[in-house]
């Protein structure tokens, strides 16, 4: 084999590492939520508490996502990765080990970190790996089959890891992948980083930035909960706002910012960014009414649950294929309306739900719809946002559509709470708490939720006609046509 062959697949197996990584990430943030019940008998976490062992994870990953894609940029894309991994790995290791409410919290906490440290650099790697154009679109491809996938997986195996060896073993699993990707990395990763930019640190960017968007998110998660005019809610919206205020005054006056604002220029991230915030917002919330409805409507076991979405998560593997492919001929703009158009039309299928209902006639074919339309937008907003980026700024670019996604899941799963939770709670007082009316209660305040969820995914249809540009889309497909002849394994080149 000759060396170019070589160089080759070793590229496409380093591909296969970070993409392995990546699904440890986004699995993460679900497979706990089967196991809460266990995991709140065993360690005596009250009801009101348990959710944090779900948004402990959620909110240092989506605080800190911004800040680990920059420091892939200035540090080493590689080293930030592994460095990342073996966070992760250790963080999962110790919430195992988990003996009260707080040790637990504080793992998962630090979990996210290393997620949000390792995730925008793996999709940098990538992004500075493979040329842009159809061999990257590929590659993306796989990026998106896997992150797509991996939420549905996590309910699935959440399931069965904690019905047959115990609720450890949701965080335990993560320990042998992350080390043995972190191991790997070396051998099939190659180093970069941007080299032209000086190695000072914009500290007072990193600090207001993080802050604020894990205020943000904080604010978000406990909305719900605490009421969108509660002074808790008022107060941290207000903190974000301020703090982001200060982010942006800081940026303005640096030499050397965290997030050089000249990248917003490029209108086409810019829209991507747009575009991911209502996909995060539309898809997020809508695994999670699922849930609710498989289980405490239809009655279905955890373990049932997450079989239930075996024909989800393959769906979303094949379109992601299929779009990728798409991307290149047609260019990413028509693929990714398409795909915000069919996850708008699977919510409204699924806005038809019954309280008899069955997975043949209520669960399976909004189902398929939303997972083809989820591939077909996942990868192309991901393409969009990284396309055209100089080098030296992919582990920002990459940090911004991650945190954009995870804002917006946020977001959403904020808002649909607050559509479908009051309803219930207003339909259960009108009942005189009658159980014969639950599931008819329950049924209404879901299809209410995924009704909205349908709206948002519709406005990512007008954002991405409106924000995405045309030109940039078949720019990109004249691009893949050209690279087509060209020799692989050179480094993707910086985009003027």
């Known amino acids: 084999m000759t060396d170019a062959a070589v160089l080759e697949r070793r590229r496409w197996i380093a591909l296969a590492l970070l993409c392995i990584a990546q699904f440890v990430v986004v699995l993460d943030a679900s497979i706990t939520n089967v196991a809460l019940p266990t995991i709140g008998d065993s360690l005596s976490i009250s009801q009101d508490n348990l959710s944090w062992v779900v948004n402990a994870y959620v909110l240092t990953f989506g605080g800190f996502l911004l800040l680990g894609g920059r420091l892939a ?28 409410e707080g040790f637990l919290i504080a793992a998962r906490a630090v979990q996210g970190l290393g997620a949000a440290i390792l995730s925008p650099a793996a999709l940098s790697i990538i992004t500075t790996t493979f040329r842009d154009g159809s061999e990257r679109n590929k590659a993306l491809g796989v990026w998106g089959a896997v992150a797509g996938s991996g939420g549905a997986a996590g309910v699935l195996l959440g399931g069965i890891l904690t019905e047959y ?11 042998p992948i992350g080390i043995a990707a972190a191991v790997l990395a070396p051998y099939l990763v190659r180093e970069s980083r941007s080299e032209s930019e000086t190695r000072a640190f914009d500290v007072a960017g990193a600090i207001s930035v993080t802050a604020g968007l894990s205020a943000l998110v904080y604010a978000l998660v406990e909305a719900p909960d605490a009421g969108w005019g509660s002074t808790q809610t008022i107060g941290l919206l207000a903190a974000a706002v301020a703090l982001m205020g200060a982010f942006v005054a800081v940026e303005l006056r ?33 695994f999670f009414f699922i849930s609710l409805y498989m289980q405490n409507v239809l009655g279905y076991s955890a373990i049932k649950a997450g079989l239930s979405y075996l024909p989800l998560a393959g769906s979303i593997v094949i379109a992601a294929g299929v779009a990728s492919a798409l991307v290149t001929k047609v260019g990413y703009k028509p693929i990714l309306a398409t795909g915000m158009a069919l996850i708008a039309a699977g919510l409204v299928w699924f806005s038809q739900i019954s309280p008899d209902g069955s997975f043949l006639g209520d669960i399976l074919g909004p189902s398929l719809l939303a997972a083809v339309g989820l591939g077909f937008a ?40 607050t559509v479908a939770f009051p309803q219930i709670d207003d339909g259960i007082a009108a009942s005189g708490g009658n ?32 924000l995405i540009r045309g030109r940039d889309s078949k720019a990109h497909t004249e691009l893949a046509a050209e690279g087509a002849g060209q020799q692989a394994g050179e480094p993707a080149p910086e985009a003027a």
């Open 435 to 466: 159980p014969a009316a639950l599931p008819q209660i329950l049924t209404d305040g879901y299809a209410d939720a995924f009704l909205v969820g349908a709206g948002i995914a519709l406005l990512g249809v007008v954002a991405t006609l409106t």
């Open 254 to 286: 640096s030499a050397s910012p965290l997030v050089p604002f000249s990248i917003f220029r490029i209108r086409t991230l810019t829209g991507a960014n747009v575009v991911g915030i209502l996909t995060g917002a539309s898809l997020f919330s809508m």
């Open 165 to 175: 060896a115990g609720w450890e073993w949701v965080l335990w699993v993560n320990v």
């Open 73 to 100: 940029d200035l540090l080493g894309r590689r080293r930030v990765f592994m460095f990342g991994l073996v966070l992760f790995a250790l963080a999962s290791l110790a919430g195992g080990f988990a003996e009260s």
């Open 378 to 417: 996942f990868v192309p907003q991901t393409i969009a946002a990284v396309s055209g980026v100089k080098e030296r700024l992919a582990g920002l670019a990459s940090g911004l559509i991650n945190t954009s996604q995870q804002v917006g899941g946020a977001i959403g799963l904020a808002v649909l709470s």
